[in-house]
């Protein structure tokens, strides 16, 4: 039975865990560095990756989520992509230098962003669209005041802000984002 919208669970990839402790378990941080996660069309899924503590180096490049997918978690939390390089012990470690490029997000399903980021840097975000956006769609590109040196090219969100920026513009720099 596919899940739909505001009943997604499921990951497509979860990249990482919480700690800092190298090893194999569950919660070790990722050290797949120079992962690509493409072409890939995504519909019933909560999030096509979520990357978590030493997630870098990753491309993340045309792929489609459609009008199925969406998320259960809180209102503000809900994106297609989700970066969050804070460990569970408080220390920032952050995700490092990653790629969202070309990939569509159908806003009818249930989502705050496309993009959201915390605890993350040198991330590049260009060319992503979103389109056929509902009233709970904020903007493609959410950047917590966390991040640093972020990067938004061009995205397109269909009537709503490319960029919702919690950083107040100190580490973001927008070129040609529309709404």
């Not at 739909?4 to 990951?11: G, I, R, Y």
């Not at 503000?76 to 390089?85: I, K, L, P, Q």
């Not at 915390?118 to 669209?129: F, K, P």
């Not at 009233?135 to 005041?145: H, M």
Request: aromatic letters at 12%; hydrophobic letters at 35%; charged letters at 15%.
């Amino acid at each position: 039975l596919l899940k739909s919208l505001a009943q997604c669970d499921d990951d497509f990839a979860v990249l990482g865990g919480t700690t800092t402790t190298l090893g194999s378990g569950d919660d070790a941080p990722f050290q797949g560095y120079g992962t690509i996660i493409s072409d890939n069309f995504f519909n019933g899924i909560r999030r096509g990756a979520f990357c978590r503590v030493y997630a870098n180096a990753n491309r993340f490049e045309r792929n489609t989520f459609w009008t199925h997918c969406g998320s259960n978690l809180s209102v503000g939390a809900r994106a297609a992509f989700e970066v969050s390089g804070q460990a569970s012990g408080g220390g920032s470690d952050y995700a490092v230098s990653n790629t969202f490029a070309n990939n569509l997000v159908e806003i009818s399903s249930a989502y705050d962003y496309a993009i959201r980021l915390s605890y993350a840097t040198n991330t590049l975000c260009l060319h992503n669209d979103c389109y056929d956006t509902v009233s709970q769609f904020v903007a493609t590109v959410r950047i917590e005041s966390s991040c640093s040196a972020i990067y938004v090219f061009a995205s397109m969100a269909d009537g709503k802000p490319a960029v919702s920026d919690a950083t107040n513009g100190t580490t973001t720099v927008i070129i040609s984002a529309e709404s």
